[in-house]
């Protein structure tokens, strides 16, 4: 039966009772079993345990070695059964003297370095036994200086130090006291917080005394005199950082001055 109608997809011949007898270009025959019969079937790669063969006639699937899990032909396995392990294309139960067995590449490797759980190779581990923490690909007791353990990863990461911005303008002089002197602030921001073990972040608030701003009283001598106070008895008073007005009908405070 040529291709087309009663045949698979990709089959170029077949019969009712085999499947596919030849296939389209390019595509392998594989034979699979159905009860007691094998049935022809056309696949663009060859399935796990099965490797392919092309010639000018038929491109064939053919079955891997026993103890072959992949293979490239016949006498070369890519990856080995559970229990063997592949060296040099062959699969082997123990691996050569300076080589260990990985159970889950189901390879002979070289032995990974010291203290390592697993390892790429001989010179990179991936991850550290228990209490041993990775950096650059060996594992470490303890971090650097510059690094921190993390008992997540168990990594050693590079600390994150604490950075400011620049600080404000000085804020408004307050007066705290019955005083002249008052007290003024300015504060800067945080840009970058620090991790656990990077240097904390210095103080972004800072204080400094002062003088209070100078002022005019503005209360005339006749408002004064009405409380019956006299204008310069009144004024020190109620405020001790004025000083006598030149006019009696107005005082004036001390000029301001921060003092360092």
């Not at 080995?80 to 003297?97: F, M, N, T, V, W």
Request: glycine share 8%.
């Amino acid at each position: 039966m040529n291709g087309g109608t009663g045949c698979q997809a990709g089959c170029l011949t077949c019969s009712a009772s085999n499947g596919c007898l030849t296939c389209m270009p390019r595509l392998f025959i594989h034979l699979e079993r159905d009860g007691m019969r094998q049935i022809g079937v056309c696949l663009a790669s060859c399935p796990k345990g099965f490797f392919g063969t092309r010639s000018p006639e038929k491109n064939d699937c053919s079955k891997c070695g026993s103890e072959c899990d992949t293979c490239f032909d016949k006498n070369f396995c890519t990856r080995c059964r559970a229990g063997s392990y592949l060296h040099k294309g062959k699969c082997q139960e123990s691996c050569p003297d300076d080589l260990v067995p990985n159970d889950i590449k189901r390879e002979c490797v070289a032995p990974c370095p010291v203290n390592c759980e697993s390892c790429l190779n001989s010179d990179t581990c991936t991850r550290c036994i228990s209490g041993h923490y990775l950096l650059h690909g060996q594992c470490h007791s303890s971090c650097p200086e510059e690094f921190e353990p993390s008992e997540q990863s168990m990594e050693c990461n590079s600390k994150v130090h604490c950075e400011v911005g620049e600080w404000s303008e000085w804020g408004t002089c307050l007066r705290i006291g019955k005083n002249c002197l008052g007290e003024e602030s300015r504060t800067r921001k945080v840009l970058q917080t620090h991790s656990p073990r990077g240097n904390p972040c210095p103080s972004t608030l800072e204080k400094r005394e002062c003088l209070v701003k100078k002022k005019r009283c503005g209360q005339t001598q006749q408002g004064v005199k009405a409380r019956g106070i006299s204008p310069m008895g009144w004024n020190r008073a109620l405020n001790p950082c004025l000083a006598p007005a030149k006019s009696p009908q107005t005082t004036a405070c001390l000029s301001t001055s921060s003092l360092m």
